[in-house]
Nanobody
């Protein structure tokens, strides 16, 4: 069972930045599809970004040009840098794993392992 542990959430004003982190057990960061998803109160969990074993990335339109996802294969960590944050980015953010390649979409249904989440709150 892969374990994923997120950290780095917090509160920030609109326009600010946060950097989240996800530590994964094993070497899945270098061999599989890793993703970040988020869930706002009363809303469905939605995909934010994915990064595959070749560091190819895919972003939701809502975060494109503001969020950048990267990984460190040696440390088995995953880090999205979130800039120009907006109040609508407020959500619980989850690190997730899908064995194998990343799908073209950011559907939550493809991910099989999840972290416990870290809260991001953006105030206006």
């Amino acid at each position: 069972q892969v374990q994923l542990v997120e950290s780095g959430g917090g509160s920030v004003q609109a326009g600010g930045s946060l950097r989240l982190s996800c530590a994964a057990s094993g070497n899945t960061v270098s061999t599989d599809c890793m993703g970040w998803l988020r869930q706002a109160p009363g809303k469905e969990r939605e995909g934010v970004a994915t990064i595959d074993y070749n560091s190819r990335t895919n972003y939701a339109d809502s975060v494109k040009d503001r969020f950048t996802i990267s990984k460190d294969n040696a440390k088995n960590t995953l880090s999205p840098q979130m800039n120009s944050l907006k109040p609508e980015d407020t959500a619980m953010y989850y690190c997730a794993l899908k064995f194998g390649a990343c799908p073209p979409s950011l559907s939550r249904s493809v991910f099989t392992s999840w972290g416990q989440g870290t809260q991001v709150t953006v105030s206006s």
